[in-house]
Every structure is written in C-alpha cells, then in structure tokens.
C-alpha cells in the first residue's frame, strides 16, 4: 500500500511530502525503513504482529535523514532524443533517426542512434542497453570463469532494485541490466564477486581471497556503486 505522508525533517524546517510505501513480511522480526531510490520512495516493512503505529514512530525517529536522502536523489534520467547516459562509464547521447531502420545501435562519434517512431524510443533504448548488458556481462564472465575453474550454468540479466548481482545454489547467475552504465571496472568486480559464490556462497575469508584473485578494485568498486549506485537505479 502507498500513501503520501507529511513529513517535518527538523524544528524549523518545512514539512515535506513522502511517498510511503507499507509491506508486511512473514520473515521480518522487527520494523524496518529502507529508501528505494528507484521508486523514491520509504519503504517500511512490519513483521506479521508489527503495528502501523510503531512503523510511523521509526519513520518520525528518522524524519531527518529520509528527507535528506530523498533530496539527494538524483533526478530520474528518461530515454529521449538529447539525453545523455553513461555506457561503461563514459557518456553516450541518445540520437533519434526517424528514417532509419533497424532498432538501436552505437555510432562511432559517441551516440547511440535509435532508429523508428518516436514513441517506441525508450523500449528500443532500454532493449538495447540490456543486449549490450548480457553482451558486456558474458564477455567479463568468460575472462574470469577460467581463472577460477568454475562456469555459470546459465547468466541472466534482470531489472533488480536491491542487488547487482546474485548466485543460486544450482550456479545460475543474474545481474542487473544497469551494470553496463558502469566502468568496466566495477562490472567486472560484481562478475568476480558473484563467480567467487560458484566456489565459496559465503562471504568468508576464502570468499574474498576468490574474489581478489580476480580483480584489484573490490574496494574501489564497492565504494563506486555505493555512491552512484542510486542514480544507476533511476535511470531508464
Ligand atoms: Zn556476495
């Protein structure tokens, strides 16, 4: 259920409007207030028993601190002729070419050219953005794969809002589609970490020993999605 909400973030400051969004889980043992950035929204999870009264107490106990990361967000980057968006981390601009043919490609002066109507720009954008995700991806995988001597069953590439990558017990991989944004750096770190889980699914010493085997910039990437992770989940 989502409802708007009047937030006061300090004594002398504005109220403010928050979209609220309320979920209740079975596995929750306490109340809980995330921000999805991609939604802008507060999410509060209640456990089974959880009142709503105790979810707007922590949401008042973090007034502040909700309004300062909903302020922060970047604004939500829309797929239109002109816009600008990082592949691999350097920027590309979105060109429409009404009278081509053909969907959706990268021109070598820095562009990627949609061909058709207009109105079908953003799905043709998002298409090829996801193909050039599972192509990047693949390519990262096949690097690294042989290095450890463990190989994915199968790589999918999904829309997620929590996770960049994950590992199933059965060694099927996914990850989101907004990693092809990144430097290619901190999409191979996110390949690294989740094939290190082919061999270790924990998040142990000998995890992270795998995972460095790989790649030098575990730290410097987690650091980079940590910041500008958000903005990758409100583009599109
Ligand atoms: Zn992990």
Known sequence: MLETIELQPGPFQEPRDV???WRRSARARLVSLRIDARAAEVVITLPPRGSRKSGLALLTAN??????RLSALTPVLRFRDGATLPL???PYVIRHAP???GGAWLAED???VVAGDEAFLPR???????AEAKRRISESVSRHAPLL???PRAIRVKDTSSRWGSCSSDGNLAFSWRLVMAPPWVLDYVVAHELAHLAEMN??????AQVNKLTPHTDAAEAWLKKNGPALLRVG
């Open 19 to 21: 979209q609220v969004r």
């Open 63 to 68: 007034a502040r601190w909700v309004v300062g």
């Open 88 to 90: 691999g981390g350097v």
């Open 99 to 101: 009278e081509a043919r």
């Open 110 to 112: 820095g562009a990627i």
């Open 124 to 130: 043709r954008v998002a298409d090829f953005l996801r």
């Open 149 to 151: 001597g463990r190989f």
């Open 203 to 208: 998040h142990s010493d000998r995890f992270w």
